[in-house]
C-alpha cells in the first residue's frame, strides 16, 4: 500500500513539473525598420518596407526617450528607428484610432536622424 502511494505521489510530482514548464511562450518579436515621428497629437511609424503606416504605442520607454534627446526645435521631425514589436489593431476610439494597426514597441534597437534612401523613400 505504501510503495502504491509513493508511485502515485511521485507520478503527480512529475506531472507538475513537466506542465509548469510547458507554458506557452510568448511568440518571438519581429524587427521593423521605418520612419518615426513622435509630437504632442501623433506618434506614427512608416515601415520601410511595406510603406504600411501605423500608430505606435512604447512599452519599451526608450523610443519617445532618445527621440527627445535628439533636441529637434520642431516636434514630428522624422527619424529612421529599427525596433522590435508587434503589430496590433488599433483601438476604435482615441488618438491612434485612424491607423489600422498598431505598433507596440517592445524594445528600441537604433534611432537616427539619418534616413538611409536607400531603403525608405
Not at 505504501?2 to 519581429?30: D, E, M, V, W
Not at 506614427?44 to 503606416?53: I, L, Y
Not at 533636441?71 to 529599427?82: A, G
Amino acid at each position: 500500500m505504501k510503495l502504491r502511494f509513493s508511485s502515485y505521489l511521485i507520478l503527480i510530482l512529475i506531472t507538475g513539473i513537466i506542465a509548469c514548464n510547458n507554458h506557452p511562450q510568448k511568440p518571438p518579436a519581429i524587427v521593423f525598420k521605418g520612419v518615426y515621428s513622435f509630437g504632442p497629437e501623433v506618434k506614427s511609424f512608416k515601415d520601410c518596407d511595406s510603406g504600411q503606416e501605423f500608430w505606435v504605442t512604447d512599452s519599451s520607454k526608450q523610443l519617445e526617450l532618445k527621440y527627445s534627446q535628439l533636441n529637434f526645435e520642431k516636434p514630428y521631425v522624422p527619424v529612421y528607428v529599427e525596433v522590435e514589436g508587434d503589430k496590433i489593431h488599433s483601438d476604435k476610439e482615441g488618438l491612434g484610432s485612424e491607423f489600422d494597426s498598431t505598433l507596440v514597441v517592445r524594445k528600441l534597437i537604433k534611432i537616427t536622424k539619418e534616413i538611409p534612401q536607400d531603403m525608405c523613400n
